[in-house]
C-alpha cells in the first residue's frame, strides 16, 4: 500500500506461468502452484496487475503426457505443449514470472524459457522455485531468462517490478 503512494510508483502487467511437471509414470497428483498464488496475491496488494495465471496442467492439461529420454531413464513431461502456454501469454505482459519446482524440472523448464524468449524477446522473465535456487547459474547459462529470484519470492518479485536495484 505504501508504494502506491510513491509518485514514482507505476503499476506493472504480470502473467504468472507454473511449469509443466515432471513424473516417472502416471500424474501422482494435480499441480498446487501455491508459491505462484502467494507471490500474486503479494503483487496484488502492492498495486500491481496479474493478468493471468497459466498453469500447463490445468484444462485437461495433467492428460497431455510425452516422454522424455535422460542419460538415465525415461520421464514424462505432463502438462500442456510449450506452444500452448506460449499462445496463452497476454502480449501486453511487462514481467512473465515462472516457477521451476523441483530441480527435475529443467527437463521441461529449459525449452520453455527459450519458447517463452524466442516469442517475447523484449519481456523480461523472472523464475524462481527450488529450481532456481539450486541452479541459478546453469539456468542463465542454457536459458533467455532474465532474473533469478533465489529463495522467498514475494518481496524480491515487488521490489523487481518497482524497479528497485537487485543483487
Known amino acids: 500500500r505504501e508504494l502506491k503512494k510513491r509518485k514514482n510508483f507505476s503499476s506493472k502487467k504480470v502473467t504468472l506461468l507454473a511449469c509443466p511437471w515432471v513424473f516417472q509414470g502416471d500424474p501422482e497428483f494435480q499441480s498446487?502452484?501455491?508459491?505462484?498464488?502467494?507471490?500474486?496475491?503479494?503483487?496484488?496488494?502492492?498495486?500491481?496487475?496479474?493478468v493471468k495465471y497459466i498453469d500447463?496442467?490445468?484444462?485437461?492439461?495433467?492428460?497431455?503426457?510425452?516422454?522424455?529420454?535422460?542419460?538415465?531413464?525415461?520421464?514424462?513431461?505432463?502438462?500442456?505443449?510449450?506452444?500452448?502456454i506460449v499462445n496463452e501469454i497476454p502480449s501486453?505482459?511487462?514481467?512473465?514470472?515462472?516457477?521451476?519446482?523441483?530441480?527435475d524440472s529443467r527437463f521441461v523448464f529449459y525449452p520453455l524459457c527459450n519458447a517463452i524468449k524466442d516469442a517475447f524477446p523484449s519481456i523480461p522473465i523472472i523464475v524462481g522455485g527450488i529450481l532456481a535456487t539450486t541452479l541459478p547459474h546453469q539456468i542463465m547459462e542454457e536459458t533467455g531468462t532474465d532474473i533469478i529470484v533465489q529463495g522467498e519470492g514475494e518481496i524480491a518479485s515487488a521490489r523487481i517490478l518497482n524497479g528497485e536495484q537487485l543483487d
Open 32 to 50: 498446487q502452484q501455491l508459491g505462484l498464488a502467494y507471490i500474486g496475491s503479494y503483487l496484488i496488494e502492492c498495486g500491481h496487475q496479474v
Open 56 to 84: 500447463p496442467m490445468l484444462f485437461d492439461g495433467q492428460l497431455v503426457k510425452s516422454a522424455i529420454e535422460t542419460e538415465y531413464q525415461t520421464i514424462y513431461r505432463v502438462g500442456h505443449t510449450d506452444e500452448w
Open 92 to 103: 501486453d505482459s511487462d514481467y512473465i514470472f515462472i516457477n521451476g519446482p523441483f530441480t
